[in-house]
């Protein structure tokens, strides 16, 4: 352990601290705006910059180390200057659009300016000049992501977090020097000619408002208030865990009640849970698997409900399409459920008479969800996706006051009806987890001893693995980059039965949908949430759920039946 002093604050840390998190251990917040935890730290943004004695010049908090001894000071009247001129120098190439900014009162330079008061003393480059940032134009082509050069302050997080140090997909880059440096995509192409999966992790370290998801909460909060189609809502399961953060709950704390109590008060006529949909999903996959094992064909199964892992595989990998599961992501059959069955139309007057189409919100953690919902083959039964971040931004618009909201919300039935098992759907391992109980139970084990698979769980592993007796071994992949690595081996093919991949690292509840947070044990807050939900469920196993049970006896017939796969199955384009 080293000590020093911080602020005059005493303090002891491990050997390999940055000043930063020695500061913060010390209660000392440093302002940041290229920094994020996990992260590499380039020290761009000099925000965090330190008086450390004995050294001639600040030193940037991120990027040095502390070491025994070290006296440090983080708030000099020289420190707030400099900060002060870095700050407008930003703000003199930022667009004055605060006040309507998709991000507006998330961004962490507006936040920082309006903690500290600084104002602009430099002119704004007048439009129309030769100036880098006239050819700085906002790229609307992605389904999912939206990009607005202009409000870019060049803290290169998007870069890292798509390149080398989480994703590995290497669709931004930076191009140029000096004042003309700026990220752009691979060969400078519009992101939706890129080879961009839609995972969104960009858009959940931009600081400010240049990397966004495609927002969809104006034309939902429009659809409602016209009142001309029967609204129905479907919320993903790693939501309603992450959006307490948007509201100041604590990381972890469980808001379905309050969420359901939240949509009734925007308005929607209906509100159904995905998860209904999720354990529907595993008897559809889990059969799928069982099928393909009987016949010795197209294994291993890889899951494909994650639209960014169904995306890379269409752009990189088309010889891996065939082992992709056809069955559709609970997201989509909940769409095609709600708006195309049987099933749903007995719901009442408003889906029995057929005359408007019911209109499908899902709510996610997820940008790629966005176009997963506009793939051709999904019928448009999901009419908009909004992330955990817009649901958020929705309920602020219409003063609900979240926190004070009643937690006895129940979602309307059946559609609304739910195992622990499409629970731990939004942590990386928990589909696979699911499926392992279902298909255990198909092939007749004991279902005390095959209800919770350790070996699969965990949101910072890579590949992880789990041996089911009579059945196989099954692996899970946390993020795509693991999926990568796994594949670039041949061993996969001959190893595992079924693979599920994540392209998020946490799988859902670290989607690129989620809220912005700079707690480094985030991930693990809300897993422990997800698993803690599953532990309490009254049935653990989706072969349990009722409501499934029924819409197979009244409409499907068994799972994989030709009424099935016609509603619940898709396909995938090279
Ligand atoms: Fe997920 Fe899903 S678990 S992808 O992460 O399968 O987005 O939360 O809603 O569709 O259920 C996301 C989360 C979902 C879907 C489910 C799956
Ligand atoms: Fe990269 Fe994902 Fe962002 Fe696309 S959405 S640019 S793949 S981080």
Request: charge should be negative.
């Given at each position: 352990?080293?000590?020093?002093?911080?602020?005059?604050?005493?303090?002891?840390?491990?050997?390999?601290?940055?000043?930063?998190?020695?500061?913060?251990?010390?209660?000392?917040?440093?302002?940041?705006?290229?920094?994020?935890?996990?992260?590499?730290?380039?020290?761009?943004?000099?925000?965090?910059?330190?008086?450390?004695?004995?050294?001639?010049?600040?030193?940037?908090?991120?990027?040095?180390?502390?070491?025994?001894?070290?006296?440090?000071?983080?708030?000099?009247?020289?420190?707030?200057?400099?900060?002060?001129?870095?700050?407008?120098?930003?703000?003199?190439?930022?667009?004055?659009?605060?006040?309507?900014?998709?991000?507006?009162?998330?961004?962490?330079?507006?936040?920082?300016?309006?903690?500290?008061?600084?104002?602009?003393?430099?002119?704004?480059?007048?439009?129309?000049?030769?100036?880098?940032?006239?050819?700085?134009?906002?790229?609307?082509?992605?389904?999912?992501?939206?990009?607005?050069?202009?409000?870019?302050?060049?803290?290169?997080?998007?870069?890292?977090?798509?390149?080398?140090?989480?994703?590995?997909?290497?669709?931004?880059?930076?191009?140029?020097?000096?004042?003309?440096?700026?990220?752009?995509?691979?060969?400078?192409?519009?992101?939706?000619?890129?080879?961009?999966?839609?995972?969104?992790?960009?858009?959940?370290?931009?600081?400010?408002?240049?990397?966004?998801?495609?927002?969809?909460?104006?034309?939902?909060?429009?659809?409602?208030?016209?009142?001309?189609?029967v609204?129905v809502v479907q919320?993903?399961?790693?939501?309603?865990?992450?959006?307490?953060?948007?509201?100041?709950?604590?990381?972890?704390?469980?808001?379905?009640?309050?969420?359901?109590?939240?949509?009734?008060?925007?308005?929607?006529?209906y509100?159904f849970?995905?998860?209904?949909a999720?354990?529907?999903?595993?008897?559809?996959?889990?059969?799928?698997?069982?099928?393909?094992?009987?016949?010795?064909?197209?294994?291993?199964?890889?899951?494909?409900?994650?639209?960014?892992?169904?995306?890379?595989?269409?752009?990189?990998?088309?010889?891996?399409?065939?082992?992709?599961?056809?069955?559709?992501?609970?997201?989509?059959m909940h769409g095609a459920i709600a708006k195309r069955s049987?099933f749903a139309?007995?719901l009442?007057?408003?889906f029995?008479?057929?005359?408007?189409e019911p209109y499908v919100?899902?709510?996610?953690?997820?940008?790629?969800?966005?176009?997963?919902?506009?793939?051709?083959?999904?019928?448009?039964d999901v009419?908009?996706?909004?992330?955990?971040?817009?649901?958020?931004?929705?309920?602020?618009?219409?003063?609900?006051?979240?926190?004070?909201?009643?937690?006895?919300?129940?979602?309307?039935?059946?559609l609304?009806?739910?195992?622990?098992?499409?629970?731990?759907?939004?942590?990386?391992?928990?589909?696979?987890?699911?499926?392992?109980?279902?298909?255990?139970?198909?092939?007749?084990?004991?279902?005390?001893?095959?209800?919770?698979?350790?070996?699969?769980?965990?949101?910072?592993?890579?590949?992880?693995?789990?041996?089911?007796?009579?059945?196989?071994?099954?692996?899970?992949?946390?993020?795509?980059?693991?999926?990568?690595?796994?594949?670039?081996?041949?061993?996969?093919?001959?190893?595992?039965?079924?693979?599920?991949?994540?392209?998020?690292?946490?799988?859902?509840?670290?989607?690129?949908?989620?809220?912005?947070?700079?707690?480094?044990?985030?991930?693990?807050?809300?897993?422990?949430?997800?698993?803690?939900?599953?532990?309490?469920?009254?049935?653990?196993?989706?072969?349990?759920?009722?409501?499934?049970?029924?819409?197979?006896?009244?409409?499907?017939?068994?799972?994989?039946?030709?009424?099935?796969?016609?509603?619940?199955?898709?396909?995938?384009?090279?």
């Amino acid at each position: 352990m080293i000590m020093l002093s911080v602020n005059g604050r005493q303090v002891e840390v491990d050997h390999g601290t940055s000043l930063l998190d020695a500061a913060k251990a010390a209660g000392v917040h440093i302002p940041t705006l290229c920094y994020y935890p996990g992260l590499p730290a380039h020290a761009v943004c000099r925000m965090c910059l330190v008086e450390v004695e004995g050294t001639q010049n600040p030193q940037p908090a991120c990027h040095v180390l502390a070491k025994d001894g070290d006296v440090v000071e983080t708030d000099t009247q020289a420190l707030q200057s400099f900060r002060q001129a870095n700050a407008e120098w930003l703000l003199a190439r930022h667009p004055n659009d605060c006040m309507r900014c998709e991000v507006n009162g998330a961004c962490q330079l507006q936040r920082l300016v309006s903690e500290n008061q600084w104002e602009e003393r430099w002119p704004k480059v007048p439009a129309g000049s030769t100036d880098a940032s006239e050819c700085l134009s906002t790229d609307h082509t992605s389904p999912s992501i939206w990009r607005d050069l202009s409000k870019c302050i060049e803290c290169g997080l998007c870069a890292d977090v798509c390149g080398e140090a989480v994703q590995q997909q290497h669709i931004i880059g930076f191009a140029n020097r000096g004042f003309d440096r700026r990220p752009v995509t691979v060969f400078d192409q519009p992101l939706g000619d890129t080879n961009c999966i839609s995972c969104g992790q960009c858009t959940l370290v931009c600081p400010v408002g240049a990397l966004i998801e495609a927002p969809h909460w104006h034309d939902v909060l429009h659809a409602l208030d016209s009142g001309r189609r029967v609204s129905v809502v479907q919320v993903a399961p790693a939501t309603r865990i992450a959006i307490s953060e948007e509201f100041g709950l604590k990381p972890g704390t469980v808001s379905t009640g309050r969420l359901i109590n939240a949509l009734r008060q925007l308005g929607f006529d209906y509100v159904f849970d995905t998860n209904f949909a999720a354990d529907l999903t595993i008897m559809e996959e889990g059969s799928e698997l069982l099928a393909r094992i009987e016949a010795g064909t197209r294994l291993p199964l890889f899951t494909s409900c994650c639209p960014g892992w169904v995306n890379w595989v269409e752009l990189n990998r088309p010889d891996l399409l065939p082992y992709l599961s056809t069955t559709k992501s609970p997201q989509q059959m909940h769409g095609a459920i709600a708006k195309r069955s049987g099933f749903a139309r007995s719901l009442g007057p408003d889906f029995a008479n057929g005359k408007t189409e019911p209109y499908v919100v899902s709510v996610m953690p997820c940008t790629a969800k966005k176009d997963e919902a506009a793939r051709p083959g999904m019928s448009g039964d999901v009419d908009r996706v909004l992330t955990t971040r817009e649901l958020a931004r929705m309920i602020r618009s219409r003063g609900i006051a979240f926190g004070a909201l009643a937690e006895d919300g129940q979602f309307d039935s059946p559609l609304g009806e739910s195992t622990g098992a499409a629970q731990i759907f939004g942590a990386s391992g928990g589909v696979m987890e699911a499926m392992v109980r279902t298909v255990s139970h198909l092939k007749g084990a004991d279902d005390a001893l095959s209800l919770e698979w350790e070996s699969l769980r965990g949101v910072r592993d890579g590949v992880k693995s789990a041996t089911i007796p009579g059945v196989g071994t099954v692996a899970v992949c946390n993020g795509i980059a693991a999926a990568q690595r796994m594949l670039e081996k041949e061993d996969w093919r001959n190893e595992f039965i079924a693979i599920e991949v994540m392209a998020c690292v946490g799988g859902c509840l670290g989607g690129g949908g989620e809220p912005k947070s700079m707690d480094p044990d985030i991930l693990q807050k809300r897993a422990k949430a997800i698993y803690g939900v599953d532990a309490k469920a009254p049935r653990r196993s989706s072969y349990e759920n009722a409501d499934v049970q029924a819409l197979y006896a009244s409409e499907l017939g068994k799972p994989n039946s030709p009424a099935a796969l016609e509603l619940l199955h898709t396909h995938y384009a090279a």
